[in-house]
Antibody, heavy 121, light 110 residues
Framework: EVKLLESGGGLVQPGGSLRLSCAAS????????MSWIRQSPGKAPEWLNF??????????EYNPFVKGRFTISRDDTQNVLYLQMNTLRAEDTAIYYC????????????WGQGVMVTVSS | DIVLTQSPALAVSLGQRATISCKTN??????????MHWYQQKPGQQPKLLIF???NLASGIPARFSGRGSGTDFTLTIDPVEADDTATYHC?????????FGAGTKLELK
């Protein structure tokens, strides 16, 4: 059974940093592209970024509005996906999901339960 | 960015057909595929993949769900609607980066 479990969320002050983790199990993590997606209450999900697999050199793609502030990375030895978030703003407040791609496709066949990030003073 | 437009809400009766639409401001077709996907999201839960590439049923999804469309106009159909189908339904395009989602159509029962 595919499982994705996010952690690392919480309350952070504006300008602060946070690192989210996503522990994956139930599939060969190293073979798949992975994404981070966020969603504010009542809003559409927003795709943030994805990281390709080793076969595709772990290259990354970012939504322009987070490029330079957020960094996606992965550890295939531990089956963990990361999201480093810097210079956080109030508008970054949202539920953050990690999601698995079916191979190199652009949709998401499994999502984690999500972790809440609140940016407030 | 490609913008996806959905109606905010739809009310249908149990056992009837629900048709949810998604319109894009750019063509999401490419080399014979339509890069449109559908998700179901219940309150407090993560989205769940229903349909990929416009018309392909995801694993474990009942055949009551179907998708069709091409170009800039897509529909998700649920027939017949069951009580458990009350949720918000989002479309998502992967034709171009950044991937974008529709704001969702909330399906309610009459």
């Amino acid at each position: 059974e595919v499982k994705l479990l996010e952690s690392g969320g919480g309350l952070v002050q504006p300008g602060g940093s946070l690192r989210l983790s996503c522990a994956a199990s139930g599939f060969t993590f190293a073979d798949f592209y992975m994404s981070w997606i966020r969603q504010s209450p009542g809003k559409a999900p927003e795709w943030l970024n994805f990281i390709r697999n080793k076969a595709n050199s772990y290259t990354t793609e970012y939504n322009p509005f987070v490029k330079g502030r957020f960094t996606i990375s992965r550890d295939d030895t531990q089956n963990v996906l990361y999201l480093q978030m810097n210079t956080l703003r109030a508008e970054d407040t949202a539920i953050y999901y990690c999601a698995k791609h079916p191979y190199n496709s652009g949709y998401f066949d499994y999502w984690g339960q999500g972790v809440m990030v609140t940016v407030s003073s | 960015d490609i913008v996806l437009t959905q109606s905010p809400a739809l009310a249908v009766s149990l056992g009837q057909r629900a048709t949810i639409s998604c319109k894009t401001n750019q063509n999401v077709d490419y080399y014979g595929n339509s890069y449109m996907h559908w998700y179901q999201q219940k309150p407090g839960q993560q989205p769940k993949l229903l349909i990929f590439l416009a018309s392909n049923l995801a694993s474990g999804i009942p055949a009551r769900f179907s998708g069709r469309g091409s170009g800039t106009d897509f529909t998700l159909t649920i027939d017949p609607v069951e009580a458990d189908d009350t949720a918000t339904y989002h479309c998502q395009q992967s034709r171009n980066l950044p991937y974008t989602f529709g704001a969702g159509t909330k399906l309610e029962l009459k």
